[in-house]
């Protein structure tokens, strides 16, 4: 059995869903440090040439794990479907989707969880492309990063842990090899053009089958 996993980001790229789709148990990194400006509250929407960000404000003091990350006062469900529709009501399933999407962003509000907001996003995602993985919420341990991965791959019940390649410099590839577990390494395959934005553009622009039409001809 296969595990991967990550941080929580807010409707994350196409290569981090192929990752769910990839292994039998992903593990969401429930007290990792909030970034701000990064993933974690932001994404990118449209395609990779006009590209534009979609953020969520949060208030999220210096060193904050992101379970602790609230959003912040002046956030709007509006502007959030609003900058949505502006970039994709022309795609062909733009109303299939919006309606769907648009509840999750309207039954949060300020002082909620940053860490709901996005989970109940994945969760949408996760049903619409039909991904069957277990996902588990995983907290931190160790002082080391791949003690805390080889301690969440056996506790799930697996032996193979499924890496980003961003991890090359930094796993500890022994620590997983002294307790029999493989390490394989992820590589996405992206369409031309959704490289580097949000899923949902290949949800709008390719409807329920993007996912798993990309993995039948990788």
Same mark, same amino acid.
């Given at each position: 059995?296969?595990?991967?996993? $990550? ?15 990839? %292994?039998?148990?992903f ?12 993933? =974690? $509250? ?14 969520? &404000?949060?208030?999220? &003091? ?5 379970? !602790? ?7 709007s ?8 529709? =502006? ?8 109303k299939?989707?919006s309606?769907q999407?648009?509840? %999750? ?47 969440? !791959?056996? !506790?799930n ?16 590839e ?11 390494? =992820? ?8 490289? !580097? ?8 622009? $390719?409807? &329920?089958?993007?996912?798993?039409d ?5």
């Amino acid at each position: 059995m296969i595990f991967a996993a $990550h941080q929580p980001g807010l409707m994350p790229y196409t290569g981090f869903f192929q990752k769910l789709l990839r %292994v039998d148990v992903f593990g969401l990194m429930v007290d990792v440090q909030f970034v701000n400006d990064d993933y =974690h $509250h932001r994404v990118k929407v449209g395609d990779d040439s006009n590209a534009s960000w979609l953020t969520i &404000p949060v208030s999220a &003091p210096f060193r904050s794990p992101i379970n !602790t990350v609230t959003i912040a006062g002046n956030y709007s469900p509006d502007k959030m479907l609003g900058k949505l529709e =502006h970039t994709y009501r022309n795609t062909k399933y733009w109303k299939d989707y919006s309606s769907q999407i648009d509840a %999750v962003f309207s039954v949060f509000n300020a002082g909620d969880r940053l860490f709901d907001l996005n989970f109940e996003l994945l969760s949408l995602l996760v049903d619409i492309f039909d991904i069957r993985t277990k996902i588990v919420e995983v907290y931190k341990t160790e002082a080391n990063a791949s003690l805390d991965l080889v301690r969440w !791959t056996q !506790t799930n019940q697996c032996n193979v842990y499924l890496s980003g390649s961003g991890a090359r410099n930094y796993l500890d590839e022994p620590a997983f090899t002294a307790q029999d577990l493989e390490v394989r390494w =992820h590589v996405p395959s992206l369409a031309t053009g959704l490289e !580097t934005v949000s899923v949902i553009s290949g949800l709008f622009e $390719h409807g &329920p089958t993007y996912l798993k039409d990309l993995e039948s001809s990788s």
